[in-house]
């Protein structure tokens, strides 16, 4: 009894000042150009107080860095390095990594690997394409869930409840003259999408950017992909069939080697 008891306890206890550090570092994540105390407070609906004294922990524990001209606040090395050693020991990234080079070299576009972090897509890694002129993000970006081939596809292999519940409440930002923004066309999408078993964008989440995700299937609940992305002057409708031949086969080899992992 004093076990299920403790247990209860446990399970209701949420640890406020941690959620909220947290809220905190995700803003300060979201905003290149760092963000102040009084912002931050309106932006999450806290005392300046409190803020201030969350802000000074995180700022002690090197979490947080403080720019002493603007006065604004910027993830600091120990995010960073935390980060980095976190996505090191995600077994998705080594498999991974080989077959993202041959991918590049095949197509010549560069090739990026993430998954669903929550309602975004994060970059786990990246091999940049060989050209002088080249798509690129570094490792730990986050992406919108609406953006693009990856969160197409996401959104198309996630459960149809919780898809539609994100799209219904978030909308479809409209990023380029090409992005639908039209719910119904939208879902009609990404069920071709489910069919196909992988996605296109075509300038619709950057003008002139074209991009093909396929996905790689992985244990439940982690959804994960791979994807190609190019400028629209080198990715010609030839050549983009070959990158969804190509793509798809590389995720095909990932999903497998991860399987053979697992067994192991």
């Given at each position: ?7 209860k306890?446990v399970r209701?206890?949420?640890a406020?000042?941690?959620?909220k ?19 931050l407070?309106k932006?999450?609906g806290m005392?300046k ?8 922990a995180?700022k ?5 860095t403080?720019d002493p001209i603007?006065?604004r606040?910027n ?5 960073l390095e935390?980060g980095?050693?976190g ?8 498999v991974?990594?080989?077959?993202m080079?041959?991918l ?6 560069s090739?990026?690997?993430?998954i ?12 940049e ?18 953006a693009?081939?990856?969160g197409?596809?996401?959104l198309?292999?996630?459960?149809e ?45 950057l003008?002139?950017?074209k991009?093909v ?5 992985t244990e ?7 994807w190609?992305?190019g400028?629209?002057?080198?990715l ?5 069939e070959?990158v969804?031949?190509?793509t798809?086969?590389?995720a095909?080899?990932i ?5 053979q992992?697992?067994?192991i």
């Amino acid at each position: 009894m004093l076990f299920i008891m403790v247990n209860k306890m446990v399970r209701r206890y949420r640890a406020p000042s941690v959620i909220k550090a947290f809220q905190i570092l995700r803003l300060i994540a979201d905003n290149n150009r760092g963000l102040g105390i009084s912002e931050l407070a309106k932006r999450l609906g806290m005392s300046k107080g409190t803020v201030h004294g969350i802000m000074a922990a995180l700022k002690e524990v090197g979490a947080i860095t403080r720019d002493p001209i603007t006065k604004r606040y910027n993830l600091g090395y120990t995010i960073l390095e935390l980060g980095n050693r976190g996505l090191s020991r995600i077994p998705l990234r080594e498999v991974a990594r080989r077959h993202m080079e041959g991918l590049m070299e095949e197509t010549g576009e560069s090739v990026f690997l993430g998954i669903l972090n929550d309602h975004h897509i994060l970059i786990l890694d990246v091999v940049e394409s060989n050209k002088e002129l080249k798509i690129t993000s570094p490792s730990g970006t986050r992406i919108s869930l609406s953006a693009g081939a990856t969160g197409k596809l996401f959104l198309a292999y996630m459960e149809e409840e919780r898809a539609l519940s994100y799209l219904t409440t978030n909308g479809l930002v409209r990023y380029t003259q090409n992005t639908v923004t039209e719910l119904d066309r939208y879902l009609e999408e990404i069920k071709e999408v489910r069919k196909r078993g992988f996605a296109i964008d075509q300038e619709e989440y950057l003008q002139g950017v074209k991009a093909v995700a396929a996905l790689i299937k992985t244990e439940p609940p982690l959804l994960a992909a791979i994807w190609v992305v190019g400028f629209s002057s080198s990715l010609t409708d030839e050549k983009m069939e070959m990158v969804i031949k190509k793509t798809l086969q590389a995720a095909g080899t990932i999903s497998r080697e991860l399987r053979q992992r697992v067994k192991i």
